[in-house]
């Protein structure tokens, strides 16, 4: 297997995010998103990626992120927190970049309210995964690394 050239992989988070590790901790775990940009960043390092974070709680400022990506990233990892149920822009904007689109949630979405339960980030994403607490964010990185040797 060969690593393509361009490893550098985009991690974008939406709304209340920030306030991870206070913000029900009951459903999202007491993990800052500090921590999990340290973790990500050090693990991609381990797989050969080059990770970028970024946390918006305005839906402009993620979907210029996508746009960006187009650019400069190979993969994006995506927690569009409730934005997943409403963003047609933010589906647009990844329906127009290449690359593989990792879809994370940290709590089991379809175990909570019904309306959590539909996702249009999930009609471009090539994996989704939910209800791994902040480990997700792991996970995705491990198979988005497994995605581009594929490429």
């Known amino acids: 297997m060969t690593r393509p050239e361009n490893t550098r992989i985009h991690i974008l988070n939406g709304p209340n995010l920030n306030l991870l590790g206070k913000r029900e901790p009951e459903i999202y775990g007491a993990r800052t998103l500090a921590d999990i940009e340290a973790d990500s960043i050090a693990l991609g390092r381990d797989l050969g990626l080059?990770?970028?974070?970024?946390q918006s709680n305005h839906e402009g400022g993620i979907v210029d992120q996508i746009h960006d990506a187009r650019e400069v990233a190979a993969g994006i990892i995506i927690n569009p927190a409730a934005y997943t149920h409403t963003s047609i822009a933010i589906l647009d904007a990844l329906n127009m970049f290449d690359g593989p689109v990792i879809e994370v949630h940290i709590s089991q979405v379809h175990k909570r309210e019904t309306?959590?339960?539909?996702?249009?980030?999930?009609?471009?994403?090539?994996?989704?995964?939910?209800?791994?607490?902040?480990?997700?964010?792991?996970?995705?990185?491990?198979?988005?690394?497994?995605?581009?040797?594929?490429?």
């Open 50 to 54: 080059d990770v970028a974070l970024f």
């Open 115 to 151: 309306f959590r339960h539909h996702s249009y980030v999930s009609l471009r994403a090539d994996a989704v995964i939910a209800g791994c607490g902040t480990h997700g964010y792991t996970l995705a990185l491990h198979h988005m690394a497994q995605l581009l040797n594929d490429a």
